[in-house]
Nanobody, 119 residues
Framework: QLQASGGGLVQGGGSLRLSCAASGRTFSGYDMGWFRQAPGNEREFVATVTKNYRTYYTDSVKGRFTISRDNAKSTLYLQMNSLKPEDTAVYYC???????????????WGKGTLVTVSS
């Protein structure tokens, strides 16, 4: 089970940190990722981190977002800085297999957490 939290309303330029608590399975055995879905859009890849701590980011968040994981706490994080209105979306965490920036198969999904960035 994956439970995302940390969303909210923030002004443009601000920061938020999302967390995703995992339970029921061996967290360290999975590659993890964050995805988002804006109103009217399809869900899209944001960032992933492999079991070996390799990270991938979509171009629009590079240099602003940082994905990390704490295996001891079975928790995935997404530190989001310099937020923009276009980052507004429901953010989902997921677990699965990641073999490249555009190559992943996520088998488990959490419920999302809403991030709203005002201009």
């Amino acid at each position: 089970q994956l439970q995302a939290s940390g969303g909210g309303l923030v002004q443009g330029g601000g920061s938020l940190r999302l967390s995703c608590a995992a339970s029921g399975r061996t967290f360290s055995g999975y590659d993890m990722g964050w995805f988002r879905q804006a109103p009217g859009n399809e869900r899209e890849f944001v960032a992933t981190v492999t079991k070996n701590y390799r990270t991938y980011y979509t171009d629009s968040v590079k240099g602003r977002f940082t994905i990390s994981r704490d295996n001891a706490k079975s928790t995935l994080y997404l530190q989001m800085n310099s937020l923009k209105p276009e980052d507004t979306a429901v953010y989902y965490c997921a677990a699965g297999v990641v073999t490249g920036r555009d190559y992943y198969k996520m088998s488990y999904w959490g419920k999302g957490t809403l991030v709203t960035v005002s201009s």
